[in-house]
């Protein structure tokens, strides 16, 4: 067990729709980490929050936003969700330092019909 | 930018025998190099890391050396189980810059061991 909690496991949605992804980063961890992996994209780095404060962007679709709360969980939140956005979502949490070990929780799967 | 290409899989080996996959890299500065394995149906877990030149790193019996000069950090196990079948993930992260520590990924390569 990583300590990191993605909630939920699967999410079987509609093209068009709105869906949330939530992490509960291990405890002590300051950094969320966000990413995607596709068949055809392989693990792609969306975006990373620092104690609230949005730190780095990767390749992040402007449907797609994320925010980080006060009590260090995060969420992130697709929109007009289309086909090709079905994926596995991971969320990574690390407390820093020169090694920045990040710790993966087991993933949402979202399937967009 | 920064970059990670490893071996094109998927890799089949027999119980027992010895194993390679290769990994080099591409970025700026000096990057922390880190193996991952995903299991069937589960999320990334570490499985071993180096963060300077010659730096090895161990753990269940795989290892890896942190190579600068031929940027590479290949990942060897001298005897494979059953349970190593999985996908493994080679990946740096840069702490400093514009990076803030975000992980590059390999491909991934699928291993297979067959008893």
């Known amino acids: 067990d990583s300590g990191v909690t993605q909630t939920p496991k699967h999410l079987i949605t509609a093209t068009g729709q709105r869906v949330t992804l939530r992490c509960s980063p291990r405890?002590?961890?300051?950094?969320v980490y966000w990413y995607q992996q596709s068949l055809d994209q392989g693990l792609q780095f969306l975006i990373q929050y620092y104690n609230g404060e949005e730190r780095a962007k990767g390749n992040i679709l402007e449907r797609f936003s994320a925010q980080q709360f006060p009590d260090l969980h995060s969420e992130l939140n697709l929109s007009s969700l289309e086909l090709g956005d079905s994926a596995l979502y991971f969320c990574a949490s690390s407390s820093g330092g020169v090694s920045n070990i990040q710790y993966f929780g087991a993933g949402t799967r979202l399937s967009v019909l | 930018g920064n970059s990670v290409t490893q071996m094109e899989g998927p890799v089949t080996l027999s119980e027992e025998a010895f194993l390679t996959i290769n990994c080099t890299y591409t970025a700026t500065g000096y990057p922390s190099l880190f193996w991952y394995v995903q299991y069937p149906g589960e999320g990334l877990q570490l499985l071993l890391k180096?963060?300077?030149?010659?730096d090895k790193g161990s753990n269940k019996g795989f290892e890896a050396t942190y190579r600068k000069e031929t940027t590479s950090f290949h990942l060897e196990k001298g005897s494979v189980q059953v349970s190593d079948s999985a996908v493994y993930f080679c990946?740096?992260?840069?702490?400093?810059?514009?990076?803030?520590?975000?992980?590059?990924f390999g491909q991934g390569t699928i291993l297979t061991v067959h008893p």
């Open positions: 180096a963060t300077k030149a010659d």
């Open positions: 405890s002590g961890d300051l950094s």
């Open positions: 990946a740096l992260s840069n702490a400093g810059g514009t990076s803030y520590g975000k992980l590059t």
